[in-house]
Every structure is written in structure tokens, then in C-alpha cells.
């Protein structure tokens, strides 16, 4: 008993020791649980969506454009917009860039693991916006069969090239017109898209994903990343047509979480998992989500 007694004491000694100083500091403001994120509340966003197939042609058309400059001005930073890999920098660092591809398939496949999808039997992976290869090669050593899609003839040529120096032959190359050349029968196991769905307008974003969803075997995912709401946001088609074609930076959109969930039902699949992901940054202001998706 005294044996207790005397731990406890030592204990309460011990914890007096530490309080004290904190009892003479001033007190500290605590921010709510998730300040860093946008709040719960946020206002709600117009986004348009609905568009017809001569005025989607124009949105992708001029994504087409930005892109096809950036792929011969500044590729590398294009994908991922680090001064470290801008063309004045890159050659001690793009290894780094190639490398990180890995850890993006390493998510898509502990996804699936998550939600009981075994890709063993997948054959084909449909990757949209494959840039310069970076998440293509990862896949091309994973699955046997990749679709790699892009709407820049730039990007999709370096692409071609940094696999054939892989020695990866299991890959072909898809250049991106329209939307008719994303059309097709239902012969996917498996679509992969991150970073790219948020640079096209969210007229374009719904119309890619609703072709891409309709391709899915039964049984086959899609694994996508996409903005969802930013608090400064907004988008009216008639608006952006007039003037926001003259854009030629790196633009980012976003689909509200609703519309990908009509989608989803419209195509017949259902939604596995939802997470909240740093791609677009700005998290006090914008949300970004990644998606998996199961065609029933």
C-alpha cells in the first residue's frame, strides 16, 4: 500500500512540475477542429454544366490550345507546377519528376484494396491526361494493356518517347480531339485521372467522365481526382465562351460532388469511397476530391 502511495505521490509530482509553467504562460487561441479546411457552411456556387456537342467542341478546343504551349514551353512544370521543374532547372531534377508517378498508382491500387476490388484480372487501364508519362510507365508495368490519352499532341509525343526508353511496349498512345474519340464500347477494367479533369471547364469535365464511365466492364473503376467547390468560383458557359477563351494560363474548374454522383447513377456505378485530397491546394477556399467508382 505504501508502495502505491508513494508512486502516486512521485506521479502528482510529476504533473505539478509540468503544469505549473504552462499555468503562468498566456492563454492560447485554439482554432476549431478542420480551420484549415473549407468550412462545413460554405456558400453554395453556380456552376453550369449542360452544354451542346458545337460548344464542347469549342471548350476542348481551346484547352487543346493551352495545352499544346505548354507542352513545348514548359512540359514538365505543365504537370506539375514546381519552379524546380521548369526546363532551367529540370535536368537535376527529373528523375524526381518520373518518379513520382509511382506513389500515384500506389494510392489507385490501396483504393482498391480498401474497397475488395482485386485488379488481378484487369487487362485494360484507360489513363486520361497521360502528359509526359510519368503515372503511364507505373501502370504499363502493372497492367498489361494501357490506353494512355491525352489532348496535347506535345505532351503525348514525349510521352510516347520516355516509354519506349522504358522498353514498355504494352502502351497506346490516344491523341484527344473530342469527345467521340473518348466514345466507345464497354471494354475498360479500369480509368485513371489525377490532375488533369480540373483544367477543362465543368461542361467538359461532366462530358469526359460520362463518356469514360460508359466505357467500364462490369466490375471495372474508375479512379479520378477532381475539384469540387472553391469559394470564389463560378462558371456560366455564355460567359466563358465569350471571353474566357482568350485565357492562355493554367486554369482549374470544378465539378460540384452532385453532379459527379448523377453521373455515377446515369452510368451504373456505384460510388466506393470519397476522400478529400491536396491536388488543387487552397484548401481553406477550394475543395478537391478523389473518387473510386465500381460499374455495377
Known sequence: MNKLYDVLASLAGKRAAVEAPLAEQPPVELLPVGAGLLPLNAAPISIETEVDADRLQQLLAHTEATWTRLGREEPHWSVISAERFKQNQLSAHEAEFYASGAGDVDTFLAFMSRNGVDPGPFERVLELGCGLGRVTRFLAERFPEVLACDISPTHLQQAQDY??????????????HGITD?????????????????HNPP??????LAALLQRLRRGGVAYFQVPTHAADYHFALDDYLAHGLKASH????????????????????????????DWAGRRQAQLSNTFLLRKR
Do not use: K, W, Y
Open 163 to 176: 516509354l519506349a526508353g522504358r522498353g514498355l511496349a504494352n502502351t497506346r498512345f490516344v491523341r484527344i
Open 182 to 198: 473518348l466514345q466507345g464500347p464497354a471494354d475498360l477494367d479500369a480509368v485513371f485521372s489525377v490532375i488533369v479533369l480540373q
Open 203 to 208: 461542361p467538359a469535365i461532366a462530358a469526359i
Open 250 to 277: 493554367i486554369e482549374m474548374h470544378c465539378l460540384p460532388q452532385r453532379v459527379v454522383f448523377r453521373i455515377a447513377a446515369e452510368t451504373g456505378c456505384e460510388v466506393l469511397e470519397v476522400r478529400e485530397d
